[in-house]
């Protein structure tokens, strides 16, 4: 299995551009967590779906982030318009989505800067 | 009340030393308490991880030590070697019913170990 997939790995952007990163989790997993992750404020989850439904975003900062997961195999978290202070690394993450069996997943990331 | 605090920030040891990272939480629903380790340019992936129903859990070098009435656990690495140089994030979650799990991550500790 190649792991939970994530595009692009870094992408740069301008201000008030749209910005969409990608995801793919890996096959059989049902949840799907996205995480951001920079140096003041660590590990922060954004928004979790369980069989592709979203179950909690409360952690999505403001409306201009929004998140999809259209089928089981992707999922996009989409920043529009983009603003400098959403630079970080956005991390997408699976599990198998039962209480006991609890070890997330994580891909490598895609790093976004905002200029 | 959904925080998890973790301290150092970093920790530099010497090769064979001994590694310690503690945390500590308030929540008393979290039943659930991994340690993730991230390498530059990479996605957290689970080290260890432990219930409350143990007080101690060790996997190689690696143990866990849980405190209940302290809400304290701590990772410690024994014979620490260079290659165990990275972030170590504690973090931890409730179980929720027929849900995976949502982790609540620690700041993260950076650790160096020195050849």
């Known amino acids: 299995d190649a792991g939970v997939i994530q595009s692009p790995r870094h992408e740069v952007t301008e201000m008030g551009q749209e910005v969409t990163l990608r995801c793919k989790p890996i096959?059989?997993?049902?949840?799907l967590f996205w995480y951001r992750q920079t140096m003041m404020r660590g590990l922060e989850l954004l928004i979790y779906f369980n069989n592709n439904v979203p179950i909690d975003d409360s952690g999505m900062p403001e409306d201009r982030f929004s998140a999809k997961m259209p089928n089981a195999s992707f999922s996009t978290l989409k920043i529009q318009p983009s603003e400098p202070r959403d630079s970080a690394v956005y991390f997408c993450?699976?599990?198998?989505?039962?209480?006991?069996?609890?070890?997330?997943?994580f891909g490598q990331g895609t790093r976004l800067t905002v200029v | 009340q959904q925080q998890v605090k973790q301290s150092p920030q970093s920790l530099i040891v010497q090769k064979g030393g001994i590694s310690i990272i503690n945390c500590a939480y308030e929540n008393t629903a979290f039943d659930y308490f991994p340690w993730y380790q991230q390498f530059p340019g990479k996605g957290p992936a689970l080290l260890i991880a432990i219930r409350p129903d143990v007080s101690e859990k060790k996997e190689g070098r690696f143990t866990i030590s849980f405190n209940k009435s302290a809400k304290q656990f701590s990772l410690h690495i024994m014979d620490s070697q260079p290659g165990d140089s990275a972030t170590y994030f504690c973090?931890?979650?409730?179980?929720?019913?027929?849900?995976?799990?949502?982790?609540?991550f620690g700041s993260g500790t950076q650790l160096t170990v020195l050849p």
């Open positions: 096959s059989g997993h049902n949840s």
């Open positions: 973090a931890a979650s409730p179980e929720l019913s027929g849900s995976a799990r949502q982790l609540t």
């Open positions: 993450a699976s599990s198998l989505g039962q209480p006991r069996n609890t070890e997330a997943f």
